[in-house]
């Protein structure tokens, strides 16, 4: 998981995932869950800006798209909490509003890898043979490019779309999802369950989705969070080139390449308030990804 | 070492030729075959269909995808990587001009974060379980996930807006001095270390608890080696092998963050040259910029691979990788 920043979190533990069974004096994955701090404000991080994504556009005091050319590059005020851009649109309305595409899109990016991803995973690893060897291939190559690089030359290919944002960003994922799904299940296979399902005579298809993969849903989930954060790291820079969120959404990344080229001026709110909403997404979504990875894990 | 090292050189070498080879046909499927018709995805949608045949025959797009793939690679291995359909002259020299430049701008992140990163990670295995570990792997985990134009836009307007004491733009003016050239490249720098930081440092900090909890560590401190000779001497050789191999890897997100730095701070250098093919739909100055990076990441996890072994031969016997 090298290539990638927001995969830190996977490293070090993945090994040992057999703790919370058997023994009953261990703390269960809830308590440890309960009392993990990060896990508690990543989720309040994100649980915000998930209520602001459904609610936000109908709560928020100014329309955000509503322009207003006598009040241009407002200073923040009462009548404007984060003052105004260079059209004079309200910039508080448009940061709360401004969470909903990105997390529109970066969940569904990263619905579809993890779909995909644990299909191949429990593939490669159950059955291992060709489709092993092909998935390690796949991601060697996928993890030489950086996955903002892989993104322009698709999106560049087929025009900019958020269709096409999902799909780019999903496929990425898939094999690298595929990777730890594998890893998982190659630790479960020797496991007596899978052996007398086997004897059994359950197919390859049940022993993996209804035998293996209720076991290794703890991985699984962690993996998905660490994906969402760089899906929202991608979808955002994507959008900040150009090449994702269009106009007149009011997206931070966006936001902020729009009012770039004024700060140099002074109008420091116009990029302030979108940056500082896409820093606390990221560190949320990545606090929640520590929280899990603690407690389902470890 | 012996004979094993031959072996596993050359099958670690055929394994990049391999993926090398697998990355061009990504390239290759992005830039000519997925556009479908590259003349009219050049030209736009409102183009005279004769200028599109035209563009297209020019381009040599309207032969079979096979023809030119090998047309195409086949340049490349002799040396020709296309021609700019922007510049209308080789992509070569630009490609290497932007190069020289990333590697500056690179290089002057790495000398920040690497000996911070290490330092961090060493601090924070030493003290572990302590409120100063959790602190700084805290900080690490936050700060990998924030987007480069995010932190960029924050030192851009303290130092550059606020305080006026770094330049808001990395292009120096002709003639700069290596000194000015440095204090232009200082801004942009800092975003490339805020990602990498809690990266190395937390490979740093696995590494030296995984060398902390060693027998031969045992072994040293029984002997009554002095806490600090154990450390350098055992520890942090053994813990900071793990971290070169993690700072290679990073070369590939290096070249992502760039094409958001270079942009933001308009340097000109590899980032920004494949973001301009890409708004200007220029295909094979994107290609060739793209397989380049690939290239140079490809190669630099070798060479990363083959000095793991040899820094530490115990790596070695089986040649497992």
């Known amino acids: 998981m090298s290539a990638e920043p927001g995969a830190a979190a996977m490293l070090p533990r993945a090994e040992s995932a057999r703790g919370g069974r058997g023994d009953p004096e261990a703390p269960t994955r809830w308590d440890i869950l309960r009392r993990s701090g990060t896990f508690w404000a990543g989720s309040g991080i994100v649980g915000f800006w998930a209520l602001a994504a459904i609610f936000g556009p109908r709560l928020v005091p100014w329309d955000p798209y509503a322009t207003d050319l006598l009040h241009e590059l407002a200073p923040p005020s009462a009548a404007h909490w984060f003052g105004t851009d260079q059209l004079g649109r309200d910039i508080f309305s448009r940061v709360i509003a401004g969470s909903r595409d990105i997390l529109t899109i970066a969940p569904l990016a990263t619905l579809l890898g993890a779909l995909a991803g644990v299909t191949l995973g429990l593939a490669g690893g159950y059955l291992g043979g060709l489709i092993d060897i092909v998935l390690g291939r796949i991601i060697e190559v996928l993890v030489s490019l950086p996955l903002i690089i892989v993104a322009l030359l698709v999106i560049v290919a087929l025009g900019p779309s958020a269709v096409t944002v999902v799909i780019v960003i999903g496929l990425v994922f898939a094999p690298l999802v595929a990777r730890t799904v594998r890893a998982a299940v190659l630790g479960e296979r020797a496991l007596d369950y899978v052996a007398v399902a086997e004897l059994r005579g359950e197919s390859a298809f049940t022993i993996m989705f209804v035998e293996i993969l209720p076991n290794i849903m703890g991985p699984v989930l962690v993996e998905a969070t660490v994906r969402l954060g760089y899906a929202i790291f991608t979808v955002a820079s994507l959008s900040f080139l150009g090449f994702g969120i269009q106009p007149p959404s009011p997206d931070w990344g966006l936001a902020i390449a729009e009012n770039y080229g004024v700060i140099a001026g002074g109008y420091w709110w116009t990029v302030a308030f979108d940056a500082a909403a896409t820093a606390s997404l990221v560190v949320g979504v990545n606090l929640l990804a520590d929280g899990l990875h603690g407690a389902l894990t470890a | ?321």
């Open chain 2, 1 to 321: 070492m012996g004979g094993g090292w031959g072996g596993w050189f050359a099958r670690r070498i055929s394994l990049s030729l391999l993926t090398l080879f697998l990355l061009s046909l990504v390239v290759f499927a992005g830039g000519q075959l997925l556009p479908g018709n590259v003349g009219r995805a050049i030209l736009g949608p409102l183009a005279d269909p004769r200028a599109v045949a035209a563009l297209n025959h020019q381009l040599g797009a309207d032969r079979p995808p096979l023809v030119q793939y090998l047309g195409w690679i086949g340049g490349i291995l002799h040396g020709n990587l296309g021609r700019s359909l922007e510049f209308r002259s080789p992509v070569a020299p630009f490609i290497g001009a932007a190069l020289v430049k990333s590697l500056k701008l690179a290089a002057v992140a790495a000398i920040i974060v690497v000996p911070l990163s290490i330092a961090a990670g060493v601090a924070a295995a030493l003290s572990a379980g302590t409120l100063t570990d959790r602190v700084i792997s805290l900080a690490g985990l936050s700060l990998t996930v924030i987007p480069e134009f995010v932190s960029s836009i924050v030192v851009i307007l303290i130092f550059s807006v606020w305080l006026r004491v770094l330049p808001i733009s990395a292009a120096w003016p002709a003639g700069a001095d290596p000194f000015e050239q440095i204090r232009h490249l200082i801004l942009p720098a800092v975003p490339l270390v805020v990602v990498l930081f809690g990266y190395i440092a937390r490979m740093a900090r696995a590494g030296t608890i995984e060398a902390l909890e060693a027998d031969y560590t045992r072994t040293a401190i029984l002997k009554g080696l002095p806490r600090f000779v154990v450390l350098r001497r055992h520890v942090l050789r053994n813990a900071l092998l793990p971290t070169i191999t993690v700072i290679a890897t990073q070369t590939s997100y290096l070249v992502g963050g760039l094409v958001v730095v270079e942009t933001l701070f308009r340097y000109q250098g590899i980032g920004s040259l494949i973001l301009t093919a890409a708004i200007g739909k220029d295909f094979p100055m994107l290609e060739a910029g793209i397989l380049t990076v690939g290239a140079i990441y490809i190669g630099v996890t070798l060479i990363a691979d083959a000095l793991a072994i040899l820094l530490n031969p115990r790596l070695a016997p089986g040649m497992a990788g």
